[in-house]
């Protein structure tokens, strides 16, 4: 006989080496001994443990955020894989590419009472790139080469385009450790060629599309550039763009291209006024990748009396507002280089337009830096711009979804040099802690994490054993004892259920918390304090948090202060 679990574990390994995968993260448990076994004999491929599956999951999410490579997740049957669904769901909306392994029962044993057997066929639903029920190992003719394509598809799946998430089943019967018998099939191609080798698709742009953008351009005379995050482009190339057309660029950190003398960071400010967004209505706004986060300029975007051309190289339709009239589904890169080719020594059509943005965005700059520079008691919206200043280049910023993304793209300066991450594919704050150790795991520079104390707190199980996994990762955490972001919401209106229903607080001393982990945590009470406070945790290395107490309604306040004063300087 010969060892069948061992055969199939050890080929997909094999070809998931082959195919360039170098990370794997699973979380411990029975069924899944066997491929946990071969992962673990494979020095190819670093293997990272985790207590939990939503930690584990998340972790491999934030290391294939940064690195750009499939990542292997393993999990045993039932709940434990029922826990990964939401970075799946994270993944497949933000085009993360993770190869998930579910380990199940033989088909004997389901819908029996067998114990941690539930229906695992298809368990994300749509939100999988590709779906494999693999099947009971058999040792067979071709089973190899089945079990070796099936490896090969899965990492190729999840690389894209789009990238995304892809799903093994893998039923294993007993025994399941190994039997000292030869292993099935586990031979490979020669010279270490994977099974399969695929090229992706090019998104090229065709000539229609590109006549299309250049005749839009062509008729404009204001004209807006908006960036989110999922821009397939790099920033040199849409400076020379924006310098070609004579645009505004509205771009949201996330999108890695608020760079330039052209970009407007507080276009946020200047669009809460109704009189500087009424006089400088675009006829053509030109969007790539996802939404900006922030409403009120998407509002002022969705205005019915001018044109929305949505690039977007996977198709896909982030239009909330349905008020996209054409979509571009071809390289940003390539649609952009051809435009800046036709252009090229042309003179500008409206020159008075970018010279009143760029006006008002000095303008509006001073009166925020004025206003929030005088102000000792931390506020969250300083906190969040001077993280992003400060770091240095080739480090990486991951930022926690309510309130930090939204101050950070309210109040971060335009820069180059940095990396900015989130999960803005569904937008939870689950999973944030072991995202940020991903990143970290995945990057070769520190990792600064800028989050809200409930998303700290939703992810503390991440916090286990981190201060022993050799990364460098400095949290900040904003401690406003609850969720600041509801203070600006309706709800906030509703004092009598405020509080319990929507202001969450939890009465957890966070320094306590970080230091139960080993971790170094150190609080800061004055805002002048905090970026050196950061410096220092970062240049100490390792898993390091950095607790700033904050007000909710005092931020309410202050940011309330901070639009006035925009408001009254433009």
Not at 237 to 244: I, K, L
Not at 263 to 272: E, F, H, K, M
Not at 480 to 505: K, M, Y
Request: charged share 20%.
């Amino acid at each position: 006989m010969s060892d069948v679990n061992l055969g199939l574990a050890r080929s997909l390994v094999d070809e998931w080496a082959r195919a360039g995968v170098t990370t794997a993260v699973l979380s411990p448990g029975s069924r899944s001994a066997p491929l946990a076994l071969a992962l673990a004999a494979d020095d190819r491929i670093r293997l990272h443990v985790f207590l939990d599956e939503r930690s584990a999951s998340f972790f491999a999410l934030g290391e294939a955020k940064a690195s750009r490579r499939p990542v292997i997740i393993l999990t045993t049957s039932g709940t434990a894989a029922a826990n990964v669904h939401p970075a799946v769901l994270e993944a497949h909306h933000s085009r993360v590419p993770l190869v998930v392994c579910t380990a199940d029962r033989p088909p004997e044993l389901r819908d029996t009472g067998a114990g941690q057997a539930i229906d695992q066929i298809k368990l994300y639903g749509d939100a999988i790139r590709w779906f494999c029920e693999v099947g009971v190992p058999e040792d067979r003719d071709g089973a190899g080469a089945y079990w070796r394509s099936v490896a090969a598809r899965a990492v190729t799946t999840a690389a894209g385009p789009p990238a995304g998430p892809a799903h093994l089943n893998l039923a294993f019967r007993e025994p399941l450790i190994p039997t000292g018998e030869k292993p099935a099939g586990v031979e490979g191609r020669a010279g270490g060629a994977p099974w399969v080798t695929s090229s992706p698709r090019p998104a090229l742009a065709s000539s229609d599309e590109v006549e299309r953008l250049i005749e839009a351009v062509g008729r404009s005379e204001r004209g807006v550039l908006v960036a989110g995050w999922g821009s397939d482009v790099d920033s040199a190339t849409v400076q020379r763009f924006v310098a070609a057309v004579g645009w505004p660029l509205l771009a949201d950190p996330l999108s890695g291209l608020r760079a330039g003398d052209q970009a407007i960071s507080t276009y946020d400010a200047l669009l809460r006024s109704a009189d500087f967004g009424g006089r400088h209505q675009p006829d053509l706004v030109v969007q790539l990748g996802a939404p900006l986060t922030n409403k009120p300029a998407m509002t002022w975007l969705s205005a019915p009396d001018h044109l929305r051309i949505l690039i977007d190289p996977d198709g896909a339709w982030l239009d909330p507002q349905r008020a996209a009239g054409e979509r571009l589904t071809s390289s940003a890169t390539d649609l952009f280089k051809a435009v800046v080719e036709k252009l090229a020594g042309a003179q500008v059509r409206n020159e008075e337009w970018l010279g009143q943005w760029l006006g008002a965005e000095a303008s509006a700059r001073k009166a925020i830096d004025d206003l929030i520079d005088g102000w000792d008691q931390p506020f969250e919206g300083r906190v969040a711009r001077d993280v992003a200043a400060g770091l240095d280049d080739g480090g990486a910023l991951v930022v926690g979804s309510s309130m930090p993304v939204r101050d950070v793209e309210s109040f971060a300066r335009p820069r180059s040099g940095v990396r900015i991450l989130a999960n803005r594919g569904v937008n939870g704050i689950d999973g944030f802690v072991s995202t940020a150790l991903g990143v970290a795991s995945g990057s070769d520079a520190p990792v600064v994490a800028l989050t809200g104390d409930l998303a700290f707190l939703y992810d503390a199980g991440g916090l286990l054993d981190a201060a022993r996994r050799g990364l460098n990762v400095t949290f900040v955490v904003l401690d406003n004892a609850g969720g600041g972001v509801f203070s600006f919401l309706p709800q906030a209106q509703l004092p009598e259920h405020f509080e319990a229903l929507f202001g969450t607080p939890h009465h957890v001393d966070l320094v306590a918390l970080a230091e139960v982990h080993g971790l170094g945590a150190r609080r800061v009470t004055r805002a002048g304090d905090v970026m050196p406070v950061v410096e220092l945790a970062i240049k100490e290395g390792g898993v390091q948090v950095v607790v700033v107490p904050t007000d909710r309604a005092d931020n309410v306040r202050r940011h309330q202060q901070v639009w006035d004063a925009v408001t009254a300087r433009v």
